[in-house]
C-alpha cells in the first residue's frame, strides 16, 4: 500500500477555522471605533457665546410672581429647531415680516421658541416669544400672544 501524504494536517484546518472569527472581530472593531469617532465630534456652535445662556430643547421652568395681593404662578416651555416651521407658525400677519427679516437662509435658520402662561390671575393668554439663534448671536424675531406683537 502506498501511503498518501496530506499538506492540510490539524494546523491547516485549525486556520482556516481561525480566520473568519479574527476577521469578524477586526471588521467589528472598525466599524464600532468609526461609530465612536463620528459621534464624538462636537455639534457646530451656532449664536455664539449667547447660545450657551439659550436653554435646551424641551425644558420647562416654573415661577412664582407675588406681590399686588395676588400670587402668580407661570410656566415657561422652551423649544428649539431649524427651518421654516416655527416661522409658519406665527400669526398670519408677523410670518411675512419675520421671513423677510431671517432672510434667505431661513431654511437653515436655528430657532428657539419660549412660551408662557399665567396659570393664575386674570390674564392667562399664551404668549410666544420667538428668537433666530445664528453666527451673530441670539435676536428677537416675533413675539405675539398679548395686547401687541410684532
Given at each position: 500500500?502506498?501511503a498518501?501524504?496530506?499538506t ?9 477555522r481561525?480566520?473568519?472569527a479574527?476577521?469578524?472581530v ?12 463620528a459621534?464624538?465630534a462636537?455639534?457646530?456652535s451656532?449664536?455664539g457665546?449667547a447660545?450657551?445662556y439659550?436653554?435646551a430643547?424641551?425644558?420647562v ?6 406681590g ?11 423649544s428649539?429647531?431649524t427651518?421654516?416651521?416655527q416661522?409658519l ?11 423677510d ?14 412660551t408662557?402662561r ?7 393668554r ?6 433666530s ?6 435676536s428677537?424675531?416675533?413675539s ?7
Amino acid at each position: 500500500m502506498i501511503a498518501m501524504t496530506s499538506t492540510t494536517g490539524p494546523r491547516t484546518t485549525r486556520r482556516r477555522r481561525l480566520l473568519p472569527a479574527v476577521a469578524l472581530v477586526a471588521v467589528t472593531g472598525i466599524v464600532t471605533g468609526s461609530f465612536a469617532l463620528a459621534d464624538g465630534a462636537p455639534p457646530p456652535s451656532v449664536g455664539g457665546a449667547a447660545a450657551a445662556y439659550v436653554p435646551a430643547d424641551g425644558y420647562v421652568s416654573w415661577s412664582l410672581h407675588t406681590g399686588s395681593g395676588t400670587d402668580i404662578r407661570r410656566i415657561t416651555e422652551h423649544s428649539r429647531s431649524t427651518g421654516v416651521n416655527q416661522v409658519l407658525a406665527l400669526p398670519p400677519l408677523q410670518q411675512s415680516p419675520t421671513l423677510d427679516a431671517v432672510g434667505e437662509g431661513v431654511a437653515t435658520t436655528h430657532f428657539w421658541r419660549e412660551t408662557t402662561r399665567a396659570l393664575d390671575g386674570d390674564d392667562t393668554r399664551q404668549l410666544i416669544d420667538l428668537y433666530s439663534v445664528t453666527d451673530v448671536g441670539v435676536s428677537l424675531v416675533a413675539s405675539y400672544g398679548g395686547d401687541y406683537g410684532w
